[in-house]
Structures are given as structure tokens and as C-alpha cells.
């Protein structure tokens, strides 16, 4: 079945509010296992909109539309929408009562106009509206379902999810769900070519691809019945996809950041960590603040710009800096291993390089940055040629240096682990 979105409302194609009710709305459809080929803004204007519906009813089964129910003159989707149906306005005596309660409630005076919203195309679905005056509204035919919603998301979404969704999932009673798997220390072709032959293949379930800022995410979807057999259908291939990338996948929980799943490490192995960072400028320091209680494990943070600060305060040596230049593996990884000692921390992560758009050459073009971290005595380093704008280099950095900070963790932790497991052997024989 076919879902075609249209929001309504000049504001939108101003750019004067973002429009996430089609984000919403898009992602539920797609829950629901419908199809949504298209979808369209339009402005208050009654002769486009008119035209747009008569387009989508010759194309789509379902048609959703957002806005233009409010009391003005200007809010004309209602009526458009009855007149594309053949259906006439009639006053509904409940929602003019809830009208009425909504305002006296809110000590709000009821002009006029208020009572526009009253009026519904005849043998409708009246949806109710808690949260606002302007009730939502369905209407059916042979061929097509039209339904309109209140623009406002407090009004819009409640309304969507205790009214609409029950009566789309009637409709299609198949649903859609997804399971994400993330990933780090890899690109996208990368990730792509290891799992070409499932994707050339598969059918239900599918997995796909998608990059992300230093990470690429797949995305397991499958469609049934009911939640319960969809989740059934995507364990095998989640299994599959742990087995082919390992350790390369940091959660399955679409809400867990990189950052989080690093500060999980530190904690649980109790180690301790601080930055170095210069091109930077602390937005590593600041990923990692953003993960409540790393205050256990982040002892401090170095923001060193310049070739004196790094020298100052990482101890990096003169002759490093002169002979390689401040974007090199050796500065990175004097920088990570000083700033370690300074702070007195187990672990630290430094970044260096050119993030533009001046400042490149031949030899050192914008995008090199070299990565370091020192990790109970060792020291790792990794170079990097990003492409993109000043912040976006600068983003991808920051999304390197905690993959490579994670992967030093467990480097250390698989060390630690063989180590034991060499004695036991030894005290055992």
C-alpha cells in the first residue's frame, strides 16, 4: 500500500520552522510497512493545493496531509480536501463542545472564527485533539483515504500515535522493524564489500548500509505479521553480521553513541584518560564530556595550538617539532605519551593536523591529521587524509580518535587477559 505525504503551510517553504512532521510521519509509514514514494510542501495557496491532491489520488492509496486546520482564512486544507473528495461541510456538536471546553479551560476568549474548525466533511472520521482546537479528520472513497492532521507537532504526533497508527496498521497489517548494528574503524565500501553477497541476495531481511561521521551503521529490516516474528526473522542475519566484523561493531542499540560505549570501557576497566588535542580545539574533550559520569575516569583535557604550548604543556621535544613538523606521526605520538605523564593518566588521546582551508602544501595537504594514543606504555598512531570543510575535517577527527581510543582499550584488555591465562597454564602444569 502507498502513503503520500503533504505538508501544508507557506512557513515551511520560508524556512521559517523546520519541518520534522515529516520525519515523523515518514518513519512511522515506514514501520508500518507502507510505501511513501513521494512527498511534497506546499504553501497556503488553495489553487496549488487543489492540484497537488488531484495528483495524489491518482497515485497513492493513502494521503497524508499536515497543517492549514487552524481558524484562519488562510487554513484552507480541510475544505480543499472535502471539495477533492465531493464531500460537503457540516458542524459536528462534539467537536464544537471540545472546542469550547479547550478554550473556556484555558480562559481563552472563542471569536468567530473559532467555529470554522467545527465544521467537518460529512461521513468522516473525527479525530480527536487533546491537545488543540483543530480535530483531525478522515475520509474514504473507493480508491483513496485522505487524512488530515493539525500542524503543530504537540497536537500532531499524540494524535498520530494513539488514532492514525492503529488505523493504518488495519490497513497494512504487515509491519516493518529494523534493527541498527554500528560500526567504527571502517568505511563504508569497506563494510559494503563484506557483506556484497548477502546484500545481493537477500529478500526478508534486509541489510544495508549507511555512513555516518567516522562510522558506518547497517541497518537489519525485516517485515511480518507482528513484532515478535520481524525480531525473529533479524536475529540470524545480526548474528551473521557480528560474525563477519567482530569487534569492529561497538553496540546495537541505536541510542548508544561511540563515546558512550568508550566511557563504558573506562569505567569498567578503571582506567584513566586525558586529550591533547590542537586542530581540534577540545572537541574531543567535549564527546567524551557528553557522557554523564566520565568525571570517574577524564582527568583533564590539553588544548595545544601552538608548537610553544606543545612543548609547554606535553613536553613534546624542539627537535621533534623542527625535524617533522607539528603534523606528524612523531609529534602525535610525543604529544599523547606527554600528556599522559602530565596529567597523570593511564591513557591520552592527541590530534594534530590541518583542518584548512589554509595552511596546506604539497607535502602536508588540508585533511592530514595524525592521531595518537598512549595506553599503559603504548604508544599507537594513524594517519588520516580527510576531505570535506574546516568543521567536517575536524568532526571526522574526533570520530577517529575514539576509535582508536577503544581500540587500545581492548588491545590492553585481550593483553591483560592472555597474560593470565599464560600464568594459569604455567601454575597448572
Not at 588535542?277 to 577524564?298: M, P, Y
Request: glycine share 8%.
Amino acid at each position: 500500500m502507498t502513503v503520500e505525504l503533504i505538508c501544508v503551510g507557506t512557513e515551511l517553504l520560508l524556512g521559517n520552522i523546520v519541518n520534522t512532521n515529516a520525519a515523523f510521519i515518514s518513519e512511522k509509514c515506514a514501520m508500518l510497512g507502507l510505501s511513501m514514494y513521494y512527498q511534497s510542501v506546499v504553501g497556503d495557496n488553495p489553487g496549488r493545493l487543489e492540484h497537488l491532491l488531484h495528483m495524489a489520488k491518482e497515485r497513492s492509496d493513502v494521503i497524508i496531509l499536515s497543517g492549514g486546520l487552524g481558524p484562519t482564512q488562510d487554513d484552507l486544507t480541510k475544505e480543499i480536501a472535502a471539495r477533492v473528495m465531493d464531500k460537503s461541510l457540516v458542524e459536528d456538536s462534539k467537536v464544537r463542545k471540545a472546542i469550547q471546553e479547550f478554550m473556556t479551560k484555558r480562559g481563552n476568549t472563542i471569536t468567530e472564527n473559532n467555529w470554522k474548525q467545527a465544521l467537518v466533511p460529512e461521513d468522516c472520521i473525527v479525530l480527536h485533539n487533546s491537545n488543540g482546537t483543530a480535530p483531525g479528520i478522515i475520509m474514504e472513497d473507493e480508491d483513496t483515504r485522505i487524512i488530515l492532521l493539525p500542524g503543530p507537532p504537540n497536537e500532531l504526533i499524540p494524535m498520530f500515535e494513539e488514532q492514525v497508527y492503529s488505523y493504518l496498521h488495519n490497513l497494512q497489517p504487515e509491519i516493518i522493524c529494523s534493527k541498527m548494528v554500528k560500526l567504527c574503524g571502517i568505511g563504508e565500501s569497506a563494510a559494503e564489500t563484506k557483506i556484497l553477497d548477502l546484500i545481493n541476495t537477500q529478500k526478508n531481511p534486509t541489510v544495508a548500509p549507511y555512513a555516518k561521521t567516522g562510522e558506518v551503521h547497517l541497518r537489519i529490516t525485516a517485515k511480518a505479521a507482528n513484532e515478535k516474528d520481524a525480531f525473529t526473522m533479524i536475529a540470524p542475519m545480526e548474528e551473521e553480521l557480528k560474525r563477519r566484523f567482530g569487534n569492529l561493531i561497538y553496540t546495537d542499540d541505536p541510542q548508544v553513541t561511540l563515546e558512550m560505549v568508550v566511557a563504558k570501557l573506562l569505567k569498567k576497566y578503571h582506567f584513566t584518560v586525558t586529550t591533547a588535542e590542537s586542530c581540534t580545539g577540545g572537541l574531543l574533550a567535549a564527546r567524551l564530556v557528553n557522557v554523564s559520569g566520565i568525571s570517574e575516569n577524564f582527568k583533564e583535557g590539553y588544548i595545544t595550538y601552538s608548537n610553544d604550548a606543545k612543548e609547554k604543556l606535553l613536553g613534546v621535544s624542539h627537535e621533534t617539532l623542527k625535524t617533522y613538523g607539528a603534523v606528524s606521526s612523531q609529534t602525535a605520538a610525543e604529544m599523547a605519551e606527554g600528556g599522559a605523564k602530565a596529567a597523570k593518566a593511564d591513557i591520552c588521546v592527541s590530534i594534530t593536523g590541518i583542518a584548512g582551508p589554509e595552511g596546506g602544501t604539497e607535502e602536508k595537504p588540508v585533511g592530514l591529521v595524525y592521531i595518537g594514543c598512549y595506553c599503559k606504555g603504548k604508544v599507537y598512531t594513524k594517519k588520516n587524509l580527510y576531505t570535506g570543510n574546516r568543521s567536517k575535517i575536524r568532526e571526522y577527527s574526533v570520530a577517529t580518535a575514539l576509535t582508536l581510543l577503544r581500540k587500545a582499550i581492548l588491545n590492553e584488555v585481550n593483553e591483560r587477559n592472555e597474560k593470565t591465562t599464560r600464568n594459569l597454564n604455567k601454575m597448572n602444569k
